[in-house]
């Protein structure tokens, strides 16, 4: 085997996730059943997910089979208002969505007093509120709800060789970061044992790569948005720049292909880490910070692995508003930092149509027509979560009466790269059997400049190696054969 290293000294924006459970490798569990196990065995906890006859991390997906409504029944008034969205992974075996349960079937009786552990709800970094209860003939039994804060009331027990399901809910889209801690009274000594934090990562309605597409609808008189997931076909949609205004790439013959629509308020847009880029020296583009500051981008032209995101009235006919124009008004943003929304015309001359930075009012505006489609580039100064707020606005071409939706958020999610400034960085290139390869390798650089730690306040603690080392022992085909009679063949 012939390997063939160049070492290149650079200066890298390296994408460092600073959790360390987003940082490891995690499966996606989408559909059927799994565990996450929770044992004490030779003195040690161990934590793992047990899915497809194998243990290691998970991530959760879930999607729009897995919404439901907040019922207007009393004991149901910690999940919310009755009425809104929330989204279960529910006690019993629904087709569509992931049946996750809870075991230690490895955890002999006899080491904790009453062989009872007790499973702790510790951190939530999440966009929202994260439940987990039980509903009987005996009415409801809340184990945890980040919604009035973390405490010692958000506990769940565990028996030794205990399975069981419960009742998880998500009040909004979007990635959930869950730390947990497992503890219990040893019955020989009566010393509690407690063990380190493990996360556990869900992902509720995000999209993070391919068209998506903000859909200016008009019906029945009002004005609304939704969210469109676009499926291309192979050839792809042309967007090109021949089409390029001062606007950014507009479209106004472009045709969707199959996609999933989705309420503007029931989706999180991810701006991937490989979205960040530095604000170039050319004045025009000062708006964006100063020449070398980090900031993240939604380009305006298509990249493979990050969003597409245009603002598109297709559906919207003709001759109904003035001039046939209707307009997107920027209302409110909540998050890490600032947003903007900017075109680059053919010789890269760029226009904003909105930054937060200098206050909102409004000329925060972007006017697209009837029947158009248009990309521009949508920036963020700070990576973290955003709900940057909208309405849609248009006057009526028979009265000049306006017309203005109720105002609506989008959430982004965008996630966090870290500089590495001090120390060597090596990329080296490969050639290993017939196959070309890069890796790349760091001896002791070291975070540094002003690109770094400010970006992360709003990711969590790092948490080092100890998330994942433990994951522990081969569960087997011991994993089904205590989980009791209540799942009868759901399993």
């Known amino acids: ?134 509903s009987s003939v005996n009415g409801v039994e809340v184990s945890m709800n980040s919604a009035d804060g973390l405490g010692d009331a958000d506990v769940m027990k565990f028996p030794a060789r205990g399975h069981f399901h419960k009742n998880l809910g998500f009040s909004s889209p979007g990635t959930y970061l869950l730390g947990f801690t497992a503890s219990g009274i040893l019955a020989d000594s009566g010393q509690t044992v407690t063990s380190e934090e493990y996360f556990v990562k869900y992902e509720l309605n995000v999209l993070s790569e391919g068209e998506v597409d903000m ?53 999180a847009l991810r701006v991937k880490a490989g979205s960040a880029t530095l604000v170039p020296s050319d004045p025009a583009y000062s708006f964006l910070g100063q020449p070398g500051d980090l900031f993240y981008e939604l380009p305006q032209h298509e990249e493979d692995g990050l969003l597409f995101f245009g603002i598109a009235a297709d559906e919207l006919e003709q001759g109904i508003f003035a001039n046939d124009q209707v307009q997107m008004n920027l209302k409110s943003v909540d998050g890490a930092g600032d947003v903007i929304l900017f075109a680059t015309d053919t ?78 960085v090596d990329l080296e290139i490969a050639y290993v059997d017939g196959e070309w390869g890069t890796e790349l390798l760091t001896h002791g650089a070291e975070e540094g400049d002003d690109h770094g730690d400010e970006h992360g306040d709003d990711h969590g603690d790092d948490h080092g190696d100890d998330h994942g080392d433990d994951h522990g022992d081969d569960h087997g085909d011991d994993h089904g054969d205590d989980h009791g009679d209540d799942h009868g063949d759901d399993h």
């Open 1 to 134: 085997m012939k390997k063939i290293l160049i070492t290149l000294e650079l200066l890298l924006l390296v994408v460092v996730l600073k959790n360390n459970a987003n940082a490891q490798e995690h499966g996606k569990w989408v559909i059927g059943h799994g565990d996450l196990t929770v044992d004490y065995v030779g003195s040690e906890w161990t934590f793992s997910f047990h899915y497809e006859e194998e243990d290691h991390d998970q991530t959760l997906v879930l999607d729009q089979n897995s919404r439901n409504t907040i019922p207007d029944i009393s004991r149901f008034d910690f999940l919310g208002k009755a009425g809104d969205p929330i989204w279960i992974l529910p006690q019993i075996s629904t087709e569509g969505i992931p049946f996750m349960g809870f075991n230690s079937n490895l955890t002999a009786k006899g080491i904790f007093k009453q062989d009872s552990m007790n499973f702790h709800l510790t951190t939530v970094n999440a966009p929202g509120d994260f439940f987990i209860w039980t």
């Open 215 to 267: 859909e200016i609808a008009y019906a029945d008189g009002k004005l609304g948005a939704e969210l469109l997931a676009i499926a291309h076909d192979e050839e792809g949609d042309d967007h090109g720049d021949e089409d390029s205004d001062d606007h950014g790439d507009e479209d106004e013959d472009h045709h969707h292909h199959d996609g999933v629509e989705y309420p503007v308020n029931e989706v």
């Open 347 to 424: 010789f890269g001359k760029p226009s904003v149509i909105f930054n937060s930075a200098d206050g909102i009012s409004e000329a925060d505006a972007f006017v697209t027509k009837a029947g158009a489609h248009a990309h521009q580039s949508m920036a963020f100064s700070e990576a973290g979560i955003y709900r940057v707020g909208f309405d849609i606005s248009g006057n009526l071409a028979a009265t000049g009466a306006e017309v203005r939706s109720e105002k609506f958020e989008l959430l982004f999610e965008v996630e966090e790269v870290t500089v590495l400034s001090e120390g060597e």
